[in-house]
């Protein structure tokens, strides 16, 4: 299995356009998380879903931030129009089955730079 | 508001001596806590983990400690190696969803 994998790896965008990153799960999971990486406050969740359906998305920062799940192994996230505050590292995770001994499988990221 | 704190931000080792990370936490019903290794350029990948009902968990080199009363866990690497060098997280979680809360990190730097 290739594992969770995101695209693109790197983004630099100008402030006020619309940015999306992608993700696509490993095959058979059924819960999806979207994180934001900073200095300051570490992983930050953004969102979840289990089995295609939001579960929390009161980590999403603003309006101007939608996460979808079209289908069972693909996610996107949106932000329009971005920031340069919004310039982190985005990571999304996928994971088999709820409960907490279960870890989470990581993507390599996608850094984004807003200026 | 963090509910998981790593309140070393960075931690110098030499090669062949113990490393010990560190991790509060303050919700008392976080029933499981992992620890996840980062590398530059790459995503977290888990490393151990822990149930609330247990006080240790051994994986070779890597062993956790968890002490409910205090809310502390920690990492302990014996013998640390170069390769060990990286980002270190905790989180936790509870027993009823896969929500994780994470910690904001230490870097770990082993030196040769």
């Known amino acids: 299995d290739a594992g969770v994998i995101q695209s693109p790896r790197h983004e630099v965008t100008e402030m006020g356009q619309e940015v999306t990153l992608r993700c696509k799960l490993i095959s058979g999971h059924n819960s999806l998380f979207w994180y934001r990486q900073t200095?300051?406050?570490?992983?930050e969740l953004l969102i979840y879903f289990n089995n295609n359906v939001p579960i929390d998305d009161s980590g999403m920062p603003e309006d101007r931030f939608s996460a979808k799940m079209?289908?069972?192994?693909?996610s996107t996230l949106k932000i329009q129009p971005s920031e340069p505050r919004d310039s982190a590292?985005?990571?999304?995770a996928s994971s088999l089955a709820s409960g907490g001994n279960f870890g989470q499988f990581f993507g390599p990221g996608t850094r984004l730079t807003v200026l | 508001?963090?509910?998981?704190?790593?309140?070393s931000p960075?931690?110098?080792v030499q090669e062949g001596r113990i490393s010990i990370l560190n991790c509060d936490y303050t919700?008392?019903?976080?029933?499981y806590f992992l620890w996840y290794k980062k590398y530059p350029a790459e995503g977290p990948t888990f490393l151990i983990s822990i149930?609330?009902?247990?006080?240790k968990n051994e994986d070779g080199r890597f062993t956790v400690f968890l002490n409910k009363s205090a809310k502390h866990l920690s990492l302990h690497i014996v013998p640390s190696q170069p390769g060990d060098s990286a980002v270190y997280f905790c989180a936790a979680s509870g027993l009823t969803g896969n929500q994780f809360y994470f910690g904001t990190g230490t870097s770990l730097t082993v030196i040769p």
């Open chain 2, 51 to 55: 149930s609330s009902i247990k006080d």
């Open chain 2, 10 to 12: 960075s931690l110098s």
């Open chain 1, 70 to 74: 079209p289908n069972a192994s693909f």
């Open chain 1, 39 to 43: 200095m300051m406050r570490g992983l």
């Open chain 2, 1 to 7: 508001d963090q509910q998981v704190k790593q309140n």
């Open chain 1, 89 to 92: 590292v985005y990571f999304c």
């Open chain 2, 27 to 31: 919700n008392s019903m976080f029933d």
